[in-house]
């Protein structure tokens, strides 16, 4: 590597107009990758890498100049410290299924992590699992079942999305509601931190000795390090679940009995509020669930927990939803229906595909307290800029994912798209809101970031991340605007 | 904020349905190959971009990575049933496929089964060889060699049927008339598994069908138009629409999963074939699966099979066709008969028409999950309906020196009516 030290420095996203004079360089450093992880696990032709331009927010196309797929701890550990000898640039990746292009490799290096897919240790009496990063969150589950356990963040790409992903994004779910998010979930981890050491990062449950590492890295977006394992949190099943689809007429109406409900001092597992776009879509996929197709918004509430005290919880959510308007409350009757309830849920996202040929998606959480307001200013500006919303999130949370299916190819429609959904972003915000839930700010929200924090607590972000990642070429241009790094700016040769 | 997709080239063809995709990922757990091969080319959702790069002419037919991924692909369609925005992949790799098939020439052994499957004659002689040969005993000795050779005699051999299910018989007992029906021969099932064909002609009496011969009938061009030659196929269709016009049947009976897939979707392959397309489309509605019909005269229930079953569901039964409980109702009709799981009931075993022929490798390590699940499952009998998944399984077992069968779940219904009526 030596030898092409010169070249090095331009190796990235700010050295598009030198494409050529480092191709020699990329060539050695994928013959160096092939030697560790196998020639087959490195691609380097840029028709092989096509498929990896996008994460499952399809609008942005960022090819990679070069991916590896380590399938061992010690292939991954050699990955990242020969990446550090060569000073390249890289973003980790798990299965793709981002939903703010976290996971983009723009003409840099992407380490996709999916082949470090085992189950390390289950160990049902301290209730905890030890798995590789690239461990598909529902097959955690899966495993843990056995043992009447359960993984309990479960965002809606779980049958897909991977362990490693979660933690990078601090990944959320209908059941973070009840249950916290990935970040409550996380007991160990250990990390190869971009410079090349690795890390045991540990989180003691009675009373934590020094800094909250774990805390810094859930949610670091591939920032800080690649993960090589995680120890997570299982969760005993409920002895009581009772699933019920409230459907209404308005989504005032639902939003109303959601705030109605959390107020009362109910904390359901879970609370989502589909609207009438997403249940069209739904039912007409294979995941149809049995929604009301003329319904305007229907509410999937979940109650769980020790028998005891679970009937009063159920006619308590029932009497608030018929106040606030419900229609019918349907109850699910067994576990096949309501794993139904539950997939139609899941798959709505995918299902946006029927709509139209493009989607976008957004993230915002607002007070619970405004949800009924935000909604009906969401619809005014969706009207105001005529594209379709279709609303499907976690209401509980007061997480708002408006989805946009639009058409891409009409230049105009999809500056409509783009216009208003940065309205609703900043209406969100102006609401006392903030700009991701659990999608991660990626690609895709940075540029909110300086309308969110100011320009000190920047800073302070970028100071953090310089702790970790030295060199900064852990998952570069992503999560904090480096024009607002005032360190990085002084830096000699620095530029945006 | 969301960046714009790139403008639609003025040159790209049309690939019906693709735009569906919105790359959410569902499907990658559901791709044998994405799961056999950890890189996102082999999975659906990859396939899909290199298929619209290549249809919006980003990427050439040419193209040797395009190629080999598109090549790979089992053509199982799981990735069918988990996307939740119903992109029509089978469709859209036939239709990319037929578009490449001008500029590249198949693997000889692909180009040889398909010519042979399209020529009747032919085909006949083929099968009567195959027969004979199977008859001499050499394929069972020479099952276990390792290599390819090996496999292929293992499949031959794992054709093979006792005397007791070659030559079983009872008078249909059914009361109730439930309709004129013709069954599809098929050119494996006739060929190498006519005892499985004769179980379907007596069963599906035995439940008050009435069975009607529909005379000039071919092979269903399944084959072809997943390799891409469409031509042939859109011929082998017209002639089976024909005969079976003629047979006067009101259902159409299929016991290979694969044939019964491809026949449903006649109206598809027809689409733009004016004089054909109506045709086409009220014969694609009269196909059954043997199982579907089966189930819905209840079925009949037939005397004690003691025996321990697990059931692979074929993928064009299970994700093409969407059938998934008929096959378990036929189980369910026989008295004795223990239904155990199968972990990964779904997945493709790796037969896959002719893939395991022309992507040995992968078709191996696509089959070997299988039979270790098998393994696991402890059941002497799979049950699975559709010949390519019959032998693929049965030669598995074979050479694994498993003590496992495979056997069609009408056959079992069949032995099942044998000890009764």
């Avoid at chain 1, 589950?141 to 490693?164: M, N, R, V, W």
């Amino acid at each position: 590597m030596n030898g092409t030290k010169g070249r090095i420095e331009r190796f990235g996203p700010s050295c598009v107009n030198s494409a050529t004079s480092y191709f020699p360089f990329v060539t050695s450093l994928a013959s160096e990758l092939s030697q560790i992880v196998g020639a087959r696990h490195v691609l380097q032709r840029p028709t092989e890498l096509l498929v990896y331009q996008s994460d499952a927010l399809p609008g942005y196309h960022k090819r990679p100049r070069l991916a590896v797929f380590p399938g061992t701890r010690d292939e991954a550990i050699a990955v990242v410290r020969a990446l550090h000898r060569a000073q390249a640039p890289y973003v980790p990746r798990g299965a793709g299924t981002g939903l703010s292009g976290g996971a983009l490799a723009d003409d840099v290096v992407l380490i996709g992590m999916q082949r470090m897919r085992r189950i390390i240790a289950v160990d049902p009496v301290r209730r905890a699992a030890t798995v590789e990063p690239g461990v598909v969150n529902a097959n955690l589950t899966k495993a843990a079942t056995p043992f009447g356990l359960h993984y309990a963040p479960d965002p809606s790409s779980q049958s897909a999305c991977t362990i490693g992903g979660n933690v990078a994004e601090n990944a959320g779910g209908p059941h973070c509601l009840k249950y916290g998010v990935t970040l409550n979930h996380v007991l160990a981890a250990t990390v190869v931190l971009p410079g090349g050491d690795v890390v045991q990062l540990e989180r003691h449950s009675e009373s934590e000795t020094g800094y909250d590492l774990i805390g810094a890295y859930v949610g670091s977006e591939g920032c800080f390090g690649v993960t090589l394992d995680v120890t997570v949190k299982l969760t005993p099943n409920p002895e009581g679940i009772c699933t019920m689809l409230a459907d209404f007429t308005s989504v005032d109406d639902a939003a109303r009995a959601t705030s109605a409900i959390v107020a009362a001092g109910i904390l359901p597992a879970a609370l989502e509020l589909l609207d009438h776009g997403t249940i069209e879509a739904v039912e007409s996929s294979i995941y149809a669930a049995g929604y009301p197709r003329d319904a305007a918004a229907v509410l999937l509430i979940e109650v769980d927990g020790a028998l005891a005290g679970l009937d009063d919880d159920v006619t308590a959510v029932q009497r608030l939803c018929r106040e606030c308007g419900a229609r019918e409350i349907r109850t699910a009757t067994d576990a096949t229906d309501r794993a139904r309830l539950w997939q139609g849920r899941k798959k709505a996202f995918g299902a946006m595909g029927r709509v139209a040929p493009h989607l976008a998606v957004q993230d915002a959480v607002v007070p619970r307290t405004k949800l009924a307001t935000i909604l009906a200013r969401n619809a005014e500006i969706a009207a105001r800029h005529r594209i379709t919303v279709c609303n499907v999130f976690h209401a509980g949370d007061g997480n708002l994912h408006p989805n946009v299916p639009y058409n891409g190819n009409d230049p105009d429609e999809a500056a409509r798209v783009h216009a208003a959904l940065r309205e609703i972003m900043e209406m969100c915000i102006a609401e006392g809101g903030t700009i991701t839930g659990e999608h991660g700010v990626g690609l895709d929200k940075l540029g909110f970031m300086e309308t969110l924090f100011t320009g000190d607590t920047l800073d302070a972000m970028c100071r953090l991340r310089t702790a970790w990642d030295p060199e900064r070429r852990a998952n570069p241009g992503k999560v904090v605007p480096m024009h607002s790094c005032r360190e990085w700016l002084a830096a000699p040769g620095a530029h945006t | 904020m969301t960046a714009l997709p790139p403008a639609a080239r003025s040159a790209a063809l049309p690939l019906p349905g693709s735009d569906n995709c919105v790359h959410c990922g569902f499907c990658l757990q559901a791709c044998p190959t994405y799961l056999a091969l950890d890189d996102e080319n082999d999975s659906p959702r990859g396939r899909i971009v290199i298929m619209k790069a290549i249809a919006d002419g980003a990427l050439s037919f040419d193209d040797t990575d395009a190629q080999l991924h598109l090549d790979r692909c089992l053509g199982c369609r799981a990735c069918e049933t988990a996307c939740p925005s119903g992109v029509p992949y089978g469709q859209l790799l036939e239709l990319t496929r037929e578009r490449g098939a001008a500029r590249r020439t198949l693997p000889v052994v692909a180009r040889l089964i398909l010519f042979v499957f399209s020529n009747a004659p032919l085909l006949a002689v083929s099968m009567w060889k195959a027969r004979v040969f199977r008859a001499t005993g050499i394929p069972s000795l020479l099952a276990r060699i390792p290599g390819r050779l090996g496999f292929a005699m293992a499949m031959l051999a794992s054709t093979r049927r006792s005397a007791a299910g070659r030559n079983r018989s009872y008078s249909p007992r059914s009361s109730v008339a439930r309709g004129k029906v013709a069954t599809l021969d098929g050119c494996v099932m006739e060929g190498l598994f006519a005892p499985v064909n004769r179980a379907t002609e007596r069963t599906l009496a035995a439940n008050g069908y009435m069975l009607v011969k529909a005379e000039s009938q071919r092979c269903c061009g399944a084959l072809h138009a997943h390799a891409g030659d469409a031509s042939t196929a859109r011929e082998l269709a017209r002639a089976n629409i024909a005969a079976f016009e003629a047979s006067g049947a009101e259902f159409i009976a299929v016991n290979s999963a694969g044939c019964g897939a491809a026949m449903k979707e006649y109206g598809h392959l027809l689409a733009g074939d004016s004089a054909w397309s109506e045709r086409a489309r009220a014969f694609g509605a009269k196909v059954r699966d043997v199982s579907e019909l089966l189930a819905a005269a209840g079925p009949a229930q037939g005397g004690t099979l003691d025996v321990k079953v697990a059931y692979d569901a074929p993928c064009h039964l299970l994700h093409g066709q969407r059938v998934s409980a008929p096959p378990l109702a036929v189980l369910a009709a026989i008295p004795g008969l223990e239904l155990v799981p199968l972990t990964d009931n779904d997945q493709c075993c790796g037969s896959a028409g002719i893939y395991n022929l022309v992507e040995p490798e992968i078709s191996d390590l696509v089959l070997a999950s299988k039979l270790r699940n098998i393994a696991a499952s402890g059941a002497p009998v799979i049950a699975t309906g559709n010949p390519g998944c019959l032998m693929q399984i049965g030669a598995g077992l074979l050479r694994s020196n498993g003590v496992a069968q495979s056997r069609h779940p009408v056959e079992l219904l069949d032995a099942s009516y044998a000890q009764r009526i």
